[in-house]
């Protein structure tokens, strides 16, 4: 596995124990794909489980399977979101685990194709729906002693997709903030990371599957990419995005190093280093 050299937290408990046995844990967009994988998974293994979806028939329906809670949320709303954490903290009896996974595709380009209204819904799901998600739950997380947050963004969030500049646009966002929030949420005890996922056999598919297909594409299974959340639970990393191809052993995407201030005399400043810079940004704010 590659190392980042991120500060990292190490979990409670044995080296046998599953991460999730006996903590509560909310997933938005939790009624299908990947957060339908989940929510049975945790569930299974012992966790406490509340899913948040604004799909209430189906969320209701796989609560009821797996012995957990739901909430009817509309992610793009943060009194939503907010609703949402408290309900899991009363079935649950705190907040542990949040997983940020409700996203839709775009279907738009930059033409004559393009919807200001669709855009502003698909950002809304997609962008708004993570950044809400983490400000709602970390005063509760923080309130448990931390936890951890994992946001669902995409290989479209690591590699140039021109078929739905949109869909890449807030996929990479949401990298961009899981990157740098996740070094800031660990001085809390909070571990903020993302699982970015290639093309899976989910609904969000849609009428594209069968091209996929046709073109010799593989997909991953649900399955599979539900086993890296469980990877980077285990991990007690921070701020890392880990990438799910099929055929490749998944890991945190070693991202390069942005270029950064050279001193008078030509030697790296001390400034370069995000752990540095972060320490700088903690001080000006205690100062205050």
């Known amino acids: 596995m590659l190392t980042t050299g991120?500060?990292?937290?190490?979990?409670?408990?044995?080296?046998?124990?599953?991460?999730?046995?006996?903590?509560?844990?909310?997933?938005?967009?939790?009624?299908?794909?990947?957060?339908?994988?989940?929510?049975?998974?945790?569930?299974?293994?012992?966790?406490?489980?509340?899913?948040?979806?604004?799909?209430?028939?189906?969320?209701?329906?796989?609560?009821?399977?797996?012995?957990?809670?739901?909430?009817?949320?509309?992610?793009?709303?943060?009194?939503?979101?907010?609703?949402?954490?408290?309900?899991?903290?009363?079935?649950?009896?705190?907040?542990?685990?949040?997983?940020?996974?409700?996203?839709?595709?775009?279907?738009?380009?930059l033409g004559d194709d393009f919807d200001p209204q669709r855009y502003r819904k698909v950002m809304a799901i997609n962008l708004d729906g993570v950044v809400y998600g983490v400000a709602a739950a970390m005063p509760t997380l923080q309130a448990r002693g931390g936890g951890d947050i994992i946001a669902t963004a995409s290989m479209a969030g690591i590699a140039p997709t021109p078929f739905d500049p949109i869909y890449a646009t807030n996929k990479t966002a949401v990298v961009g903030l899981v990157r740098s929030f996740g070094l800031a949420s660990i001085a809390q005890g909070v571990r903020t990371n993302a699982v970015c996922p290639a093309f899976a056999e989910t609904r969000i598919l849609g009428p594209m599957r069968q091209g996929l297909v046709d073109a010799g594409v593989p997909l991953l299974r649900v399955e599979e990419v539900v086993d890296v959340y469980f990877d980077v639970l285990a991990s007690g990393a921070t701020a890392e995005c880990w990438f799910v191809q099929p055929g490749r052993p998944s890991e945190p995407f070693a991202f390069r190093r942005a270029p950064g201030p050279?001193?008078?005399?030509?030697?790296?400043?001390?400034?370069?280093?995000?752990?540095t810079q972060f320490e700088m940004e903690r001080k000006i704010k205690d100062s205050r």
């Not at 339908?36 to 209430?56: K, S, W």
């Not at 050279?262 to 752990?275: K, L, T, V």
């Open 6 to 109: 991120l500060p990292r937290i190490p979990h409670d408990g044995s080296v046998t124990q599953t991460p999730v046995q006996g903590k509560s844990i909310l997933i938005t967009g939790g009624s299908h794909g990947f957060g339908e994988g989940l929510a049975r998974r945790m569930a299974a293994e012992g966790g406490l489980v509340t899913i948040a979806d604004i799909d209430e028939e189906r969320g209701q329906e796989v609560a009821r399977e797996i012995g957990g809670n739901f909430v009817r949320t509309d992610v793009t709303d943060f009194e939503s979101n907010k609703h949402a954490v408290a309900e899991a903290a009363s079935h649950g009896g705190g907040l542990d685990i949040v997983i940020l996974n409700a996203g839709v595709t775009s279907g738009l380009g």
């Open 262 to 275: 050279r001193a008078s005399d030509g030697s790296i400043a001390a400034a370069a280093d995000p752990q």
